[in-house]
Each structure stands twice: as structure tokens, then as C-alpha cells.
């Protein structure tokens, strides 16, 4: 038995490496071909070009590897279906359960590693990847998303904000540092809340800290103050809906800074939980495509199960995507949203494993 277990997960490991090759191939150059010429259009250089793609890389091959799970069991077990491999094996007393146990390890290994790629490797590389775009457009980082808030720099003023409310257009826990030339604070404004009043940003309830050289800071409460910020209501939208930036440390502590804040956490929850259940789908792809090759392989063919495994993918991510969605907006709990998905197809990979003919 080690040896035919050996065997199909030598085959698996050709299979999904040569597949995995092959997609990562055709999304990088998909994504060069569509978005070089705004590089060029900037005068970037070759290598701003070359590192800005390279970053992205991590990213691209995460979104692939469940594809290419899925994939690389169909191929395996079909051919071996249509050379009369899994009918010799069937009749030596080899069960489907068992040839689809090596697999099984690997393929949680994949999930493992999936894990570790796409919450904290591909979050990182998405960085860098748009420090140099800011770079080409010769454009400051000046908003920053962090696991405490927003940051932003202009001029002689740092701010941060706790959350930006998208639907009331306010923004919360408002801090202003403002310095001198000599990077010395000079004061220090701090309000629940601003809002978006005739084009421009409005502090209410304000504490206002200044230092002016004396023994003891000056206070001052104001019910209204103006914020000086260029930033308009959409900037604050793009910069806080892209946790594709984040890491799952960076969601975690983001999402339990919002909900000491008394603030909904609901969209980063979700999407930190969707980030491990999306990793763990590779086990779940593997079972379903393994039990469905297995049966049906001689009459499919390749190409037949292929396209089988593609309705497959694209069945989970719809339903992902509509889960995740509805958690986001508060419809269903985070938790649910996330591993909705991973619970329907689960229960779809144990059905099809108990029934299938050994």
C-alpha cells in the first residue's frame, strides 16, 4: 500500500505543480499585458516595472492554488480511470477511501502553506507592489490603513481616524498632531467624530491641547472645529475596503480596536475568517474532485472533468462571494459568512466519499 500511495501522490505532485505552473504563467502575463502600458505611459523604469509584478506574484499564485488542487486530482485519477489503474486497484482491495487518503495529506499540507500565503505573503507583496506604483506616479503614501486606524500626513499635521462610517460619512475617533518645524508638537486637537459638511470635514466636540512653551499645555473645548483635509469621502472608502492589504494579524487587531470603540467589525471579521476558510478549501476540492474522478473518469475523459472541475470552482466562489457579502453588510453572522462555503461543499465531499462504490 505505501507504494500505490506513493505513486498517486508522485502523480498529484507532477500534476498540481505543472498546473499551478501553467496558471500562474497565464494570470501574470494577463495582468502584465493589461497594465503595463499605464507604467509606460509614467516613464518607469525596467526594473520599477519588473518589481512591481514580482510583488504581486504571492498574490496571484494564492488566488490559484485551490484551482490548481482541483485540477490536478482530476487529471490523476481520470487517467488512471481511463488506463483501468482504479478498477485493477479495486479489485486488489484498495478502497476509494484509502486512495484518496494520501491526497488528503497533502492537500491539508497545501491548505497549510495556502494559509500562511494568503494571510500574510500576499498581503505583504500587495504592499510593496503599490509603494512602487506611488513611487512611478511619484505619489506619497500619505493615507496609510494600520490595525489602529487610518493615518495621514500633510504638511506640518499628522491625523488618525479610528473608522470611517461610509454610511453616515463621518469620521470617527478623530486625532490631530500638529508640529513645528523642529518636529516639535505644537498642538493637539482630539474629537469623537467629524463630519462632511459643504465640501469639507467638520470636527464636533473638540479638546484642544496647546503647547506653547509654558509650564502647563492650554485647554480648550470647542462644540465645532474645521479639519483641514484634502481627502474627500471616496478616498477614505478605497483606503479602508482593501484588507487585500492587510495580514491576518493586521484584520485581527483592526477588527478588536473597532469593537473596543463600540464600532461594527462585522466587514473585517468576515474577511479575516474568509481568508483561512478559502486556504482550507483545497482538502474540501480535493475530496470532491478525487470521489468524482474516480467514478466517473472513464466516461468523462480529461477534458470532460476538467470542465466539470471548473463548474465545480465556480460554483464554491459564487457562493462564497455571496456569503462573504452578507456578512460584510451585516446580514449573517461573520463566522457563518466565512465558512458557509467550506460547511455546504464539506458536507457535499463526505456525502459523495460515503456513497461512492469501493
Given at each position: 500500500?505505501?507504494?500505490?500511495?506513493?505513486?498517486?501522490a508522485s502523480?498529484?505532485?507532477?500534476?498540481?505543480?505543472?498546473?499551478?505552473?501553467?496558471?500562474?504563467?497565464?494570470?501574470?502575463?494577463?495582468d502584465?499585458?493589461?497594465?503595463?502600458?499605464?507604467?509606460?505611459?509614467q516613464?518607469?523604469?525596467?526594473?520599477?516595472?519588473?518589481?512591481?509584478?514580482?510583488?504581486?506574484?504571492?498574490?496571484?499564485?494564492?488566488?490559484?492554488?485551490?484551482?490548481?488542487?482541483?485540477?490536478?486530482?482530476?487529471?490523476?485519477?481520470?487517467?488512471?480511470?481511463?488506463?483501468?489503474?482504479?478498477?485493477?486497484?479495486?479489485?486488489?482491495?484498495v478502497?476509494?477511501?484509502?486512495?484518496?487518503?494520501?491526497?488528503?495529506?497533502?492537500?491539508?499540507?497545501?491548505?497549510?502553506?495556502?494559509?500562511?500565503?494568503?494571510?500574510?505573503?500576499?498581503?505583504?507583496?500587495?504592499?510593496?507592489?503599490?509603494s512602487?506604483?506611488?513611487?512611478?506616479?511619484?505619489?506619497?503614501?500619505?493615507?496609510?490603513?494600520?490595525?489602529?486606524?487610518?493615518w495621514?500626513?500633510?504638511?506640518?499635521?499628522?491625523?488618525?481616524?479610528?473608522?470611517?462610517?461610509?454610511?453616515?460619512?463621518?469620521?470617527?475617533?478623530?486625532?490631530?498632531?500638529?508640529?513645528?518645524?523642529?518636529?516639535?508638537?505644537t498642538t493637539?486637537l482630539?474629537?469623537?467624530?467629524?463630519?462632511w459638511?459643504?465640501?469639507?470635514w467638520?470636527?464636533?466636540?473638540?479638546?484642544?491641547?496647546?503647547?506653547?512653551?509654558?509650564?502647563?499645555?492650554?485647554?480648550?473645548?470647542?462644540?465645532?472645529?474645521?479639519?483641514?483635509?484634502?481627502?474627500?469621502?471616496?478616498?477614505?472608502?478605497?483606503?479602508?475596503?482593501?484588507t487585500?492589504?492587510?495580514?491576518?494579524?493586521?484584520?485581527?487587531?483592526?477588527?478588536?480596536?473597532?469593537?473596543?470603540?463600540?464600532?461594527?467589525?462585522?466587514?473585517?471579521?468576515?474577511?479575516?475568517?474568509?481568508?483561512?476558510?478559502?486556504?482550507?478549501?483545497?482538502?474540501?476540492l480535493?475530496?470532491?474532485?478525487?470521489?468524482?474522478?474516480?467514478?466517473?473518469?472513464?466516461?468523462?475523459?480529461?477534458?470532460?472533468?476538467?470542465g466539470?472541475?471548473?463548474?465545480?470552482?465556480?460554483?464554491?466562489?459564487?457562493?462564497?462571494?455571496?456569503?462573504?457579502?452578507?456578512?460584510?453588510?451585516?446580514?449573517?453572522?461573520?463566522?457563518?459568512?466565512?465558512?458557509?462555503?467550506?460547511?455546504?461543499?464539506?458536507?457535499?465531499?463526505?456525502?459523495?466519499?460515503?456513497?461512492?462504490?469501493?
Amino acid at each position: 500500500m505505501k507504494i500505490i500511495n506513493r505513486y498517486i501522490a508522485s502523480e498529484f505532485l507532477k500534476a498540481f505543480g505543472f498546473i499551478l505552473l501553467s496558471l500562474g504563467a497565464i494570470s501574470f502575463i494577463v495582468d502584465f499585458v493589461t497594465r503595463v502600458n499605464s507604467f509606460l505611459s509614467q516613464n518607469a523604469s525596467a526594473e520599477q516595472v519588473l518589481t512591481h509584478f514580482l510583488w504581486q506574484l504571492p498574490f496571484l499564485v494564492s488566488m490559484i492554488i485551490p484551482a490548481s488542487s482541483l485540477l490536478a486530482v482530476l487529471v490523476v485519477f481520470t487517467v488512471m480511470s481511463r488506463n483501468n489503474e482504479i478498477i485493477a486497484l479495486k479489485a486488489g482491495g484498495v478502497s476509494v477511501a484509502a486512495l484518496v487518503k494520501p491526497l488528503m495529506i497533502i492537500a491539508l499540507a497545501i491548505s497549510l502553506i495556502h494559509a500562511f500565503l494568503n494571510g500574510f505573503l500576499a498581503p505583504y507583496g500587495l504592499k510593496q507592489a503599490q509603494s512602487v506604483t506611488n513611487q512611478v506616479q511619484k505619489r506619497q503614501d500619505m493615507l496609510a490603513f494600520k490595525s489602529d486606524g487610518i493615518w495621514y500626513k500633510d504638511g506640518e499635521a499628522i491625523y488618525n481616524f479610528t473608522f470611517y462610517d461610509a454610511q453616515k460619512v463621518e469620521l470617527r475617533g478623530v486625532s490631530v498632531f500638529v508640529f513645528d518645524k523642529d518636529f516639535n508638537i505644537t498642538t493637539r486637537l482630539q474629537a469623537p467624530m467629524a463630519y462632511w459638511r459643504d465640501g469639507g470635514w467638520v470636527m464636533r466636540d473638540v479638546t484642544m491641547v496647546s503647547f506653547t512653551g509654558r509650564d502647563f499645555p492650554l485647554l480648550e473645548k470647542r462644540s465645532e472645529h474645521g479639519l483641514t483635509l484634502k481627502e474627500k469621502p471616496q478616498d477614505f472608502v478605497l483606503v479602508q475596503s482593501d484588507t487585500s492589504l492587510m495580514t491576518l494579524t493586521e484584520i485581527q487587531r483592526y477588527a478588536k480596536h473597532l469593537l473596543k470603540a463600540g464600532t461594527q467589525a462585522g466587514m473585517y471579521l468576515t474577511e479575516l475568517h474568509g481568508k483561512i476558510a478559502f486556504s482550507l478549501v483545497n482538502l474540501i476540492l480535493v475530496i470532491i474532485g478525487a470521489v468524482f474522478s474516480i467514478t466517473f473518469g472513464r466516461e468523462g475523459g480529461v477534458a470532460g472533468n476538467i470542465g466539470i472541475g471548473i463548474g465545480i470552482g465556480f460554483s464554491y466562489w459564487v457562493v462564497f462571494a455571496i456569503a462573504s457579502s452578507a456578512g460584510k453588510s451585516g446580514y449573517i453572522p461573520p463566522v457563518l459568512a466565512a465558512w458557509s462555503a467550506n460547511i455546504l461543499f464539506g458536507l457535499l465531499a463526505l456525502w459523495l466519499l460515503k456513497r461512492v462504490k469501493t
